[in-house]
């Protein structure tokens, strides 16, 4: 049989299979950077000044950032290569507990699931355990940012939960330690439907929603310093 015709064969196969996995009968996490990113291009400041997307991994949020024309530095633990480079982007491989910056340097501050891995040991190269590391790393990044400027801020939301060497998640007690020092300016809540496919809604039932290893809501923040 001819390569074409093995590949004519299985790729209804393959199509059906994806979207088994895809749409499974208890929801997923699938589609989570969908929301995330696009929260985050959506919601970027108009006037574009310096910028910190903390935690970036191999994202390309910062790359949005320098696009939009932000003098902007990604920061991770872990070696970063992106396959692009760009004149206002910069990558330094550091924790942010030890970044060295100034008070006061950014007008903008990207943190895109990334604060809920803070301090658990296990993964990401997280060496030292810091179980108050989110609050910590919150506080630190308050500092970071100027009085105008804003935090772009997505996590995990559902029970309070901390899912050991993966991530917490916030709920009614967490959020507000979480986000304590900071003003709310906008926030957004997204859970699952029985389809799985993200849907908005409201705050009570993402906090509701008991979660699992692989499931959990969306909280999506405009953040600023209170100062
Ligand atoms: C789930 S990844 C998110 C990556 C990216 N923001 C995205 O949206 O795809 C979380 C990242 O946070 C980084 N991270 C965790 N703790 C950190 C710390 N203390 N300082 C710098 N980066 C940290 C991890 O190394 C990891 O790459």
Known sequence: MRLQNVVQKIEPILTRLYYRL??????????????????IAANLPKDPGRA???????SYLALIAAQRGF????????????????????????????????????????????????GLVGRYNVKQSRP??????????????????????TIPVGQDTVFPSLHRVYGKRRL???LDGYIIEKEEYWIKNDRNQWILTEKSKALDLEPN???????????????
């Open 132 to 153: 108050d590391g989110d609050i910590e790393a919150m506080a630190e990044m308050e500092k970071l940012l100027k009085p105008e400027g804003r935090m772009l801020l």
């Open 71 to 118: 003098e902007t530095t990604a920061i991770d633990l872990i070696p970063v290569r992106w396959f692009y480079i760009h004149p206002k982007l910069n990558f330094i491989q550091n924790d942010i507990f030890d970044s060295g910056f100034a008070p006061e340097t950014f007008d903008l501050i990207i943190n895109c699931s990334s604060i809920e891995h803070v």
């Open 22 to 39: 895809s749409y499974p009968s208890s929801p997923n996490l699938r589609g989570d950077r969908d929301i995330e990113y696009s929260w």
């Open 52 to 58: 910190l997307d903390f935690g970036c991994g191999t």
């Open 176 to 178: 507000p330690s979480l």
């Open 213 to 227: 290893r692989n499931f959990y809501g969306l909280g999506c923040f405009v953040l600023q310093a209170k100062k």
